[in-house]
C-alpha cells in the first residue's frame, strides 16, 4: 500500500516543545504484548535510541503488559531487561480498538505531548465491536481529536493485518481489505502540511503463520516487522530517524521459525 504523504521537512520542523522527538505508541493487543514478550515497542525504542537524529522518547499515560493470568494491564515482565521503565510508556490495551482510543486520545496527547502518533489498530474493532464503516469513522474521529488537542500532531497509521480468522471467514476477511481501503482514503481525505498524515506499508515478510505465535499476535520475528513497518514509513517519508536495521534480524527469525 503506497504511502501517501511525502514531506521534506527536516525532522527538528517536527519539534515543538523542547529537543527530543516524542512517540507515542497506540494500539490494540499487539502494540501493548503480554507478559514475556519483548514488544514491537521496545524494537521501536532501539532503533529510534541508535537513528542519529536524536534524542526520541517514547511516552504515554501506560507502561504495562497484558497478564493472560489475571486477565489485567499489570504486568512489568518485558523480556528485555535493558527496556527502561521510561521508555515503556504506551496508548494500548488488549481488547480495546479504535472504538475505545477516540475519546481517550485528546487527553492523552494534551498530557503527553507527542510529536508523531505510531498507531495500530482496527482489528479487534472489526472481530469484535464495529464493522469496517464504523470502524473507519471512529477512525476519522480519532484522528480529528488528536488534532483538537495539537494541531500540529502527525500520525503514521498501520492497516489491518488479516489474522488466522480470515483464512476461513470470507466476509471478516472482506471487512478487513475494505477497512484499509477505508483508512487509506481518510488518510487521503484528512492529510494536510500543517499536521500530516502517512499510511505505513506492511513488509512482504509478514506471514501470519511465522511472524506470530497463534496466528494474531506477533513473535520476535514478527516485532521486528511491526517495527520496521513504521521506521521505514517516517524515514522513507519525512526523514526521521533511519532506515530500520532489524529488518534483517527479523527476516532471518521468520526463516528460522518455518
Given amino acids: 500500500m503506497a504511502q501517501v504523504s511525502i514531506v521534506t521537512y527536516r525532522a527538528e520542523a517536527m519539534i515543538g516543545h523542547d529537543d527530543a522527538m516524542r ?146 471467514d470470507a466476509p471478516f476477511a472482506e471487512e478487513c481489505a475494505r477497512f484499509n481501503e477505508l483508512l487509506a482514503k481518510a488518510t487521503a481525505d484528512l492529510d494536510n502540511p500543517a499536521s500530516p498524515l502517512l499510511l505505513a506499508s506492511h513488509l512482504p515478510a509478514y506471514d501470519i503463520h511465522t511472524a506470530t505465535y497463534d496466528g494474531t499476535h506477533p513473535n520476535p520475528a514478527g516485532e521486528h516487522h511491526l517495527a520496521a513497518a513504521f521506521a521505514d514509513a517516517m524515514h522513507q517519508a519525512w526523514g526521521v530517524g533511519a532506515a530500520y536495521a532489524g529488518a534483517a534480524l527479523a527476516a532471518a527469525a521468520t526463516s528460522r521459525s518455518r
Fill in 23 to 168: 512517540f507515542m505508541c497506540v494500539g490494540d493487543s499487539m502494540t501493548i504484548g503480554r507478559a514475556g514478550d519483548f514488544t514491537w515497542r521496545y524494537h521501536m525504542w532501539r532503533h529510534l535510541e541508535a537513528a542519529p537524529d536524536g534524542p526520541h522518547e517514547l511516552v504515554g499515560p501506560r507502561t504495562e503488559l497484558y497478564d493472560a493470568e489475571t486477565g489485567t494491564a499489570a504486568s512489568s515482565a518485558y523480556a528485555a531487561d535493558d527496556f527502561p521503565p521510561a521508555a515503556r510508556r504506551h496508548l494500548a490495551g488488549w481488547g480495546e480498538g479504535w472504538l475505545h482510543m477516540a475519546p481517550l486520545i485528546a487527553d492523552a496527547v494534551t498530557a503527553h505531548r507527542p510529536d508523531v502518533l505510531l498507531v495500530s489498530l482496527g482489528l479487534i474493532d472489526l472481530g469484535f465491536y464495529t464493522n469496517s464503516e464504523q470502524t473507519a469513522e471512529n477512525a476519522r474521529a480519532f484522528l480529528t481529536a488528536a488534532r483538537r488537542a495539537d494541531p500540529h500532531i502527525r500520525c503514521v497509521l498501520l492497516p489491518v493485518i488479516p489474522n488466522i480468522r480470515a483464512e476461513t
